[in-house]
């Protein structure tokens, strides 16, 4: 039996301590969850493992050797492969030439493409997955990819393998059929390290559980011994949930109404209403369709069926425009690519919502302009020394406040907040939820996606929560707990 062992390893990054003297191991022959909320610091830990960060203080033990990495690749030569979420398949190459990119076997100055075929089948066979070699991989499905990233990892023989969030974009059968091949790793003698938000996960495919909260160990369990009450109180331990002022309520006429809303095998026969001024939060797991709700909603993508009807009209083909004609916004989940205009000021940035307000005929109002962005600095207290710089030269928080400016220009109607907190610091993120409720008390709704569902509780009227796609439960946050929220959304009760 191989172990990796993790002995009073800290990171410690300007101004956070992510990781605090942690010590635990991880045994071979086993599935070895890894979990913890969002900040816990476990992706930080497998970072670190993966040669990603270096530590600050602590040891990595692969059985008796000690390990220490400057770069990703000299931990691969090592024998330790990271499966990420995000796939990093080249879409346009076949099976084949993405599992053996780099290493293709020759004949003289030539590919070998009879030998490459047949290795790359022999890589899949060991695994005991069926999907032809000579296929592109813009033809394969989520999990067919997500199957040979894994093969192609296995295909350098690892000691370690490290699987972040494998699941996150899977339906149920995928996952199950996942579930099966890492089973079948499990008699590889290879140290499975499997990290997860979906806790439901847990009982059908771990072995033992390792938790951290804050960046310290709180414990190692056996997923056998262990039940959803426990896993929790882990990962949470006493929490505190702040609550959105007792004033702030919202009207009861219906603003936008959602029904049997489908997109693909992401959203399937949503259906919800939003009311006037009310703060709508929506949770659920990772790949649980929330993002793909707002998108749908927004007009990004195409729905398949349903309906999307605003102020009591049914919106045929919304699209983008359309929508932010009709008073919506929307602050995308990647703010830096969806959202800004990374090589453009701060000034421009507040107003590309807003052009045609501020717009005579083909020329720019430049005193509208000034009084636009000044009333947007001012309102958001956004922190910079000249509107003209450039917007990457600002914080997370500051650059996620030009994104929501720059939509309140435009006076919207509906605001869509997707991940309204990802990346910015604790100050940041209460001036964003003050936001909305000065927005609510001005009538404008607002709809929430957050993976921190303590936001979720602190700062909305109303919480729907999804799963695989659907809606499958409704709270209040008043008369729910954050336990509570978080075993509704693993699919409990």
Not at 225 to 232: A, F, G, H, P, Y
Not at 323 to 334: A, I, R, S, V
Request: a negative charge.
């Amino acid at each position: 039996m191989s172990v990796l062992t993790i002995k009073n390893v800290s990171k410690r990054f300007p101004g956070t301590l992510a990781l605090n003297n942690v010590s635990t191991t991880f045994e071979s022959g086993k599935v070895n969850a890894l979990i913890g909320k969002n900040g816990s610091g476990k992706s930080t830990l497998v970072k670190i493992i993966n040669g990603a960060h270096t530590a600050t203080s602590g040891e990595i033990y692969l059985d008796d050797e000690k390990i220490e990495f400057n770069h990703p690749d000299e931990a691969i030569e090592k024998g330790i492969a990271t499966v990420y979420q995000e796939l990093s398949l080249i879409p346009g190459m076949s099976v084949a030439e993405n599992l053996l990119l780099g290493r293709f076997p020759m004949k003289g100055r030539f590919i070998d493409w009879e030998k490459t075929y047949d290795t790359a089948k022999k890589m899949l066979d060991d695994i005991c997955i069926d999907i032809d070699p000579k296929e592109k991989i813009y033809n394969l499905s989520m999990w067919q990819c997500q199957m040979i990233e894994i093969a192609k990892a296995m295909s350098t023989n690892p000691k370690v393998i490290l699987l972040d969030e494998p699941t996150s974009s899977l339906s149920r059968t995928e996952t199950e059929t996942l579930f099966r091949l890492i089973r079948e790793l499990k008699k590889k003698d290879v140290i499975i390290i499997y990290i997860t938000h979906r806790l439901q996960e847990l009982w059908e495919v771990a072995d033992t559980c390792t938790v951290l909260r804050d960046g310290i160990l709180v414990g190692k369990v056996e997923m056998k011994d262990t039940s959803r009450k426990q896993l929790l109180d882990m990962m949470f331990g006493e929490v505190e949930v702040q609550r959105r002022p007792e004033d702030l309520l919202h009207e009861n006429e219906i603003i936008l109404s959602v029904r049997n809303l489908s997109v693909g095998k992401k959203v399937k026969n949503v259906t919800f209403d939003l009311y006037k001024g009310e703060i709508l939060g929506i949770a659920g797991m990772l790949g649980s369709g929330r993002t793909e709700l707002l998108r749908a909603i927004f007009g990004i993508d195409e729905y398949d069926e349903g309906e999307i009807i605003l102020d009591g009209k049914k919106i045929e083909n919304p699209t983008p425009h359309k929508m932010k004609q009709k008073g919506m916004g929307l602050t995308p989940e990647d703010r830096k690519n969806e959202g800004l205009i990374q090589t453009a000021s701060i000034k421009s940035n507040l107003c590309v919502a807003s052009l045609k307000r501020i717009s005579k005929g083909m020329f720019i109002d430049r005193e509208l302009e000034n009084e636009f962005v000044s009333n947007q600095v001012e309102r958001l207290d956004i922190k910079c020394g000249d509107v003209n710089n450039l917007v990457s030269s600002l914080s997370g928080g500051n650059q996620q406040k030009v994104v929501v400016g720059n939509w309140l220009n435009n006076r919207p109607r509906i605001m869509l907040f997707d991940e309204p907190s990802r990346g910015i610091d604790v100050n940041a993120k209460q001036q964003i939820f003050k936001i909305m409720w000065e927005l609510s008390r001005q009538g404008i709704s607002s709809i929430v996606v957050s993976s921190e569902l303590e936001e979720l509780l602190e700062v909305c009227h109303r919480i729907i929560v999804m799963c695989y796609g659907r809606i499958i439960d409704e709270v209040i946050p008043e008369e729910t707990t954050i336990e509570g929220l978080y075993s509704i959304c693993m699919g409990g009760e």
